[in-house]
């Protein structure tokens, strides 16, 4: 089993509370391990995401970048 197979068998049929709550921790724990998971996230909202929304995510993904270089020089 995938790395991308094993993340969505374990997140199948958890409500929105659940999923909300993992990815929070996820990003607020700053755990590298868990890095894999938002990227199978982030990859299933970008296969499924029309190009409005596509547009709208490299937007804000640009402006963070942006931001985060500007804090570091």
Do not use: C, H
């Amino acid at each position: 089993m995938s790395i991308r197979e094993y993340i969505i068998n374990n997140f199948k049929g958890d409500d929105y509370d659940s999923l909300q709550k993992a990815i929070n921790e996820s990003i607020d724990d700053k755990d590298e391990v868990t890095l894999p998971g938002m990227g199978v996230f982030f990859e299933i909202v970008w296969t499924g995401a029309d190009q409005k929304l596509k547009n709208e995510m490299l937007e804000i993904i640009k402006n963070r970048v942006a931001e985060g270089n500007k804090e570091n020089s």
